[in-house]
Nanobody
Framework: EVKLVESGGGVVQPGGSLRLSCGAS????????MSWYRQAPGKERELVARIYNTGATAYYVESMKGRFTVSRDNAKNTVYLQMNSLKSEDTAVYYC????????WGQGTQVTVSS
């Protein structure tokens, strides 16, 4: 059974940083790309970043480039999202995702950027 568990969310002031983690199990982690999505209140879920299986290649949505960094540790079956220079508009529930035989999602972790 594929399982994705996010952690690391919280409340942070504008300009602050957070590091999200997603622990994965139930599949061969090193074989698959991993993605981070987010969903703000009243908005559709959107892609934030994707990292491919070896970790050598990553894709970022344009608005996240330079502020967010996705990484992975295949030995620990974990993907990370380092978020810097956070803005109020980054407030959302952040989800970890992978697609093996189908899309799998974690339960999400809340990130709130507020002064």
């Amino acid at each position: 059974e594929v399982k994705l568990v996010e952690s690391g969310g919280g409340v942070v002031q504008p300009g602050g940083s957070l590091r999200l983690s997603c622990g994965a199990s139930g599949f061969t982690f090193s074989t698959y790309a991993m993605s981070w999505y987010r969903q703000a209140p009243g908005k559709e879920r959107e892609l934030v970043a994707r990292i491919y299986n070896t970790g050598a290649t990553a894709y970022y949505v344009e608005s996240m480039k330079g502020r967010f960094t996705v990484s992975r540790d295949n030995a620990k079956n974990t993907v990370y999202l380092q978020m810097n220079s956070l803005k109020s508009e980054d407030t959302a529930v952040y989800y970890c995702n992978t697609m093996t035989d189908r899309d799998y999602w974690g339960q999400g972790t809340q990130v709130t950027v507020s002064s």
